[in-house]
């Protein structure tokens, strides 16, 4: 039976923090090494991770030092940018082009949800997967969700060619009204669809979690790491395919193998920690930014919001007071050239239709710009 760990590749190790597409290939390279020494095999990549270069580096890093059936691929046809129907195919090919991989394990429409949706149906995405399909170019079809469950329900009504679903699944957002895991899981079980969990460590926020929370873990099992629970978490359920962990160093992926290589499904009372866990979590949050950066391409502005609202979190964290690295930090990247303030923010709303977790982000600039440009 497949390992249920993927490797995602969208926070790819860097060798210049400010830079997307500095992606450190070496360790990168030896990453991949690893993930496949202990059995793994499934690489999560998009048109658009590391400002469109993540699949050329799954070339460099896997395709070109592996054997093609010793992995699998996924990719994803990136809905929100398309235009005219002739996209699809140069896409495509350029998806072909860039990874070397000859076809797709897994492709999947991505991150669907209720603005895009029209422009798939309209571009004919459906048609145009299954055609690949049918041609070789692609094993599995599916598709990334971030919305509510009556139109995944819609969906997967209109489309049970749909083999696989990619869902944002982790132990904070399974009950919240912006996510509504649970609601999308059980919608996928009721189509017969398996589920692929991305997110399951909440782009880092389940890695770094309150002093508390970190003791109820520590005390039922204290070697296994804070963020092993988040992944456990979401191999646990009964429906998930596989759970994919965005890797950015060999310490991650070390520990990820760890438990995942010979893995353990949670017990009752390891459930009941993660759902204390989540309690605790949610009442010392603030901005759940998950740090995908969907919402950074299209701003005209070019502000680096998910930085932002990670520094504006370590703030809140901290009692609400900078500390001077806080602020150098801030006044550094805001200074950068090409680069905008939080106070640059013209309230287009571009940002908002592209988040997947519906953040209000201009509320949220606001605040940034009153603490930290203050
Ligand atoms: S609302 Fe502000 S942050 Fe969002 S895309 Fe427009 S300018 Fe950028
Ligand atoms: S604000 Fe939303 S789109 Fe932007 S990085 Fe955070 S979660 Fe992603």
Redesign the pocket.
């Known amino acids: 039976m497949e390992k249920k760990l993927g490797f995602g590749c969208m926070r790819l190790p860097l060798t210049d923090p400010k830079d997307q597409t500095s992606i450190d290939i070496p360790q990168f390279e030896k990453m991949v090494d690893l993930f496949l020494e202990r059995g793994f095999r499934y690489f999560d990549t998009a048109y658009m991770y590391h400002d469109h270069e993540s699949e050329r580096a799954v070339r460099k890093a896997l395709v070109e030092r592996h054997p093609r059936d010793s992995f699998t691929i996924t990719t994803k046809l990136p809905v929100g940018m398309l235009k005219t129907e002739e996209d699809l195919e140069r896409i495509f090919h350029e998806q072909l082009e860039k990874t070397g991989a000859g076809f797709f394990d897994y492709y999947w429409l991505h991150n669907l949800n209720r603005e895009d949706i029209d422009m798939a149906n309209q571009l004919g995405c459906w048609e145009f997967i299954q055609k690949k399909k049918e041609e070789g170019l692609i094993r599995h079809i599916g598709f990334s969700y971030h919305d509510m469950p009556d139109l995944l329900d819609e969906i997967l009504t209109q489309h049970p060619e749909t083999e696989y679903v990619q869902l944002q699944i982790n132990y904070l957002d399974w009950e919240a009204d912006n996510v509504k895991a649970r609601e999308n899981y059980e919608v996928c079980v009721k189509h017969g669809k398996p589920v692929i969990v991305m997110e399951p460590v909440k782009?880092g926020t389940l890695a770094q979690v309150p002093a508390e929370v970190e003791e109820i873990f520590k005390e039922i099992h204290p070697n296994l790491s804070v963020p092993s629970w988040a992944v456990r978490y979401a191999a646990s359920l009964p429906n998930v395919f596989m759970v994919l962990s965005g890797m950015s160093d060999l310490a991650q992926l070390e520990d990820n193998s760890s438990y995942m290589e010979d893995f353990k499904p949670l017990d009752e009372v390891e459930k009941q920690a993660v759902f204390k866990a989540a309690d605790l979590i949610l009442k010392a949050a603030s901005i759940k930014?998950?740090?995908?950066?969907?919402?950074?391409e299209g701003c005209p502005k070019k502000i680096p919001?998910?930085e932002y609202?990670q520094l504006y979190n370590e703030y809140q964290k901290a009692g609400g007071g900078w500390t001077a690295p806080q602020r150098e930090a801030y006044r550094e990247l805001s200074e950068t050239e090409g680069v905008g303030k939080a106070s640059d923010c013209i309230r287009c709303g571009k940002?908002e239709k592209?988040?997947?977790?519906h953040?209000k982000?201009r509320e949220y600039l606001l605040k940034v710009k009153e603490k930290l440009e203050e």
């Not at 930014?289 to 950074?296: E, G, K, L």
């Open positions: 782009g930014c998950t740090a995908c950066r969907y919402c950074v919001i998910p609202f940002c592209a988040c997947p977790q953040l982000i």
